[in-house]
């Protein structure tokens, strides 16, 4: 039983003169952090001047004391302020000296309550009321106290190097408040709750408030048991492995394998010696190699660490492809490999050249965008043998995760380099042409933003001293030759943008995808299916219809695989040994490809008023949409269908308020119109469309509408309109050009402020369709509205000679 500290100073009693105490009286000891309980014998350990004083006074005269509180145990002279109001009168059965230490044994007997202190001594003396507890021993108190004891007894049991005579002192009990005051002087509870116990005088509260704490104490103590248990078998397992672990290695020195690790650690040394590592690799080579030569090859750490030390090693720190620029070799490549496109060739021939003055310098990093299909990851492919160096592509399609740029840390399992390293070590050079494929389709997760970490893998700044949290050291990218591609420029997050230069590649004419397919497509389909030039002959013709009839799109990935599925029908006719050479003819697609896919419908759409032909972007290139308005008897609403966005609807709703502030110049009747609702409609309702540019198509169809006159069925427009009547500019005129060019269009109309983009139409593509250049809705009426008495001859016109017309000017 160990002694509870009264104080932690130390003094000697007096002999002083003091007056006598009353009969009445007891001498009050103040305590701190312990409390002593009726029934219960306490050593007590006295330390205080005062408390020294009154402990001699009541041991000498052979009066009781009281015990009472502290609140603040820091206080060193304790009042009547300070003290609880309620404590245990004890008696003290000896009272020891031992080198200046003064203690107590006392003996509680009953709990007492202060009436009032007495002033005049040099001690607390105070009159006291004592309280003692009334005991009927019902049912309900019963059947408490026999819980109370098998929860002590399973106390007891949980409990290490408790003296044996206390499961006996339980049994010998057996008043209730006795067996609650003693189990509450040994039970290890904070001494607030203590004296909230001594405070209770009713022993049925007594009782429950003792089973709730012998409850909680219970839990603890079998938590604490389960936690040292676990820790005894981790402890033992630990041990037990240690020793296995030593006899496997006896085995391995009598069976020779630590030879074989020896050998392998001086491998790896003097690959260290041979990579070339920058000071900081090398010096992490060097920690990571001693210890992995202080490892058992058993333990799971020495394959993770030997993991790593391959991927340091394995890294092409000082290895440089020799790069050799030849601009007139570029060229030759580039016009080789790619048909068209000059712009974007001019382009890379500057940046190569370049490059080649100043090999040292900090190129832009260059980002092809358009739609898929066009060539964009070929150029990278071209542009790297131009230069004779390693290409590698990584595709960036759906990562949202930031360690797959920056890697994993080593503390997680299956941690590996970022896709940026795992190229690098693939190219097995520090200075590859890395194309990063789909750049507008990187995403966000919880695991945080790649295109952040993308950041300082672009930046010339930063890319020198890349780190990857898998290797930990700086490795430098600044070598690498990057290459961007994506569908979308507005998909691509905002600061990786930033550092790029965008080369834009809208997509080929029908002519360019003749000659694409002639150049290209047929050889590699042919060579995919086996076949040689003369097993399988596929005419101009043939291709002309694939690419009218079959396909509508601004690449040629489509035209490619049409083109496969006649390869794959000759090969199998020619395996099957039906024929030794097939020829295939424009009668053939139907039996081959089906049915045609696309039909000219211009004519057919726009043989009756309110239909007009607009222009439209999309990221897989132009297209072509048709403005549908009609009216029917109402109130003068307007009815808007076809997943419309709200740029256009409010498209809608200015061209409505302009041809309505214009109805007496057109002859409109305006009186008939305000009884009639307005319906404007864009087909292929399903897919939703939006965009600042279709503001002429409606206002052209709403103005046939109006004044019963068709528009042109050859012609296509695109802008935006103000109020005033103005027409505004809009973007992507190469896109919607070519989409008018592949739908049969001869007249397109544009924003007179757009004249400028018709630079990036191709000069054969130019020559292929008419322009109407736009300042005022006005030329728009008058280059497209039929008058009254032609239009409908302009309509049988167009839907028969439409298409021998400018099949004529392209042979021309």
């Not at 405070?199 to 704490?213: M, P, R, S």
């Not at 994993?408 to 194309?435: D, E, F």
């Amino acid at each position: 039983m160990s002694y509870a500290n009264e104080s932690e100073d130390s003094g000697s009693a007096k002999d002083r003169r003091h007056p006598v105490i009353p009969e009445d009286a007891t001498i009050i000891l103040p305590v701190r952090n312990m409390l002593l309980f009726p029934g219960v014998v306490l050593p007590l350990t006295i330390g205080r001047p005062a408390s020294i004083a009154a402990a001699q006074e009541a041991a000498q005269s052979g009066r009781r004391v009281g015990l009472l509180l502290q609140d603040d145990p820091d206080i060193e002279q304790p009042g009547p302020e300070h003290l609880r109001r309620v404590g245990t009168i004890a008696e003290i059965l000896r009272y020891v000296t031992h080198e200046n230490t003064h203690y107590a044994i006392c003996r509680g007997l009953r709990r007492f309550r202060i009436v009032e202190f007495l002033p005049g001594f040099p001690y607390l003396v105070a009159r006291v009321e004592e309280i003692g507890i009334s005991e009927v021993l019902t049912p309900e108190v019963e059947a408490r106290m026999r819980l109370l004891e098998t929860r002590a007894k399973e106390a007891v049991q949980l409990l290490p190097n408790l003296p044996p005579e206390i499961p006996a002192a339980i049994d010998s009990l057996d008043s209730p408040s006795a067996l609650a005051d003693f189990l509450a002087g040994i039970i290890d509870i904070p001494v607030g709750e203590k004296q909230d116990l001594l405070e209770t005088f009713d022993v049925t509260q007594l009782l429950d408030k003792l089973l709730g704490l012998l409850a909680k104490r219970i839990q603890v103590l079998q938590l604490s048991k389960e936690i040292s248990d676990q820790t005894q078998n981790t402890l033992s397992s630990q041990q037990r492995e240690h020793i296995l672990r030593e006899q496997l290695r006896q085995i391995q020195k009598e069976l020779g394998d630590d030879d074989i690790k020896a050998a392998e650690i001086k491998e790896l040394a003097e690959k260290i010696d041979k990579a070339g590592l920058p000071k900081e690799a090398e010096e992490q080579a060097s920690r990571e190699l001693k210890r992995l030569e202080r490892m058992p090859e058993a333990s799971p750490e020495y394959g993770m660490t030997r993991t790593y030390l391959d991927w340091l090693l394995e890294l092409p720190w000082s290895k440089l492809d020799l790069e050799r620029i030849d601009i007139t070799e570029a060229r030759r490549i580039l016009d080789e490999d790619h048909y068209a496109l000059e712009k974007v060739k001019r382009r890379i021939l500057e940046y190569l050249a370049v490059r080649k003055l100043n090999p040292d310098g900090k190129s832009p990093i260059l980002c092809f965008i358009g739609p898929p299909g066009v060539g964009k990851t070929s150029l990278g492919q071209s542009i790297a043998r131009a230069t004779d160096r390693k290409f590698v592509r990584l595709s960036l399609g759906g990562v949202h995760d930031e360690s797959e740029i920056r890697g994993h840390r080593r503390t997680y399992i299956g941690a590996l380099p970022g896709n940026v390293i795992q190229s690098i070590r693939k190219a097995g050079t520090r200075n590859p042409v890395m194309m990063l494929d789909e750049l507008d389709k990187l995403g966000a997760g919880f695991h945080g933003d790649p295109s952040a970490a993308l950041l300082e893998v672009l930046d010339p700044e930063q890319n020198t001293t890349f780190r990857d949290n898998y290797l930990a050291v700086p490795f430098d990218l600044s070598r690498v030759l990057f290459i961007g591609t994506a569908n979308v420029i507005d998909n691509i997050p905002a600061a990786v943008r930033d550092r790029m230069e965008i080369i834009e590649m809208p997509g080929y004419i029908e002519d360019e995808k003749l000659a694409i397919a002639r150049r290209y497509l047929v050889k590699r389909q042919l060579a995919s299916a086996g076949l040689s030039e003369e097993q399988c002959k596929i005419t101009d013709e043939v291709l002309l219809a694939i690419i009218r009839d079959y396909t509508r799109e601004a690449g040629v990935r489509n035209l490619e695989r049409q083109i496969g599925a006649i390869c794959r029908h000759a090969a199998m006719r020619i395996a099957e040994g039906n024929a030794t050479a097939v020829v295939i003819t424009v009668a053939d697609l139907h039996a081959i490809l089906g049915p045609k896919r696309f039909e000219p419908e211009i004519a057919m759409r726009t043989s009756v008023p309110g239909v007009a032909t607009c222009l439209a972007w999309t990221p897989a290139g132009g297209d072509i949409l048709f403005v549908e308005a009609t009216s029917i008897p109402g109130r003068g609403k307007l009815i808007l269908t076809g997943q419309l966005g709200d740029v256009m609807k409010e498209s809608a709703q200015a061209a409505l308020t302009l041809v309505k502030s214009r109805a007496a110049e057109f002859g409109i009747d305006t009186i008939k119109r305000q009884k009639s609702d307005v319906h404007i409609h864009v087909p292929a309702g399903a897919i939703p469309k939006d965009g600042p540019s279709a503001g002429v198509a409606m206002f052209m169809a709403l103005t046939s509408l109006m004044t019963g006159r068709t528009i042109r069925s050859d012609t296509a427009m695109t802008g935006e309109i103000s109020l005033r009547g103005l027409v505004l500019p809009i973007g992507g005129v190469k896109e919607k050009v070519l989409a008018a060019i592949q739908a049969g269009i001869a007249t397109v109309m544009l924003p007179a402020r757009n004249r400028k983009d018709l630079e990036d139409v191709p000069e054969n593509a130019r020559s292929l369709v008419r322009f109407v250049w736009l300042e005022r809705v006005d030329d728009a009426i008058e280059a497209a509205l039929n008058p009254p008495d032609t239009e409908q001859q302009d309509t049988v016109r167009n839907s028969h000679t439409g298409r021998t017309e400018r099949q004529a000017a392209r042979s021309r």
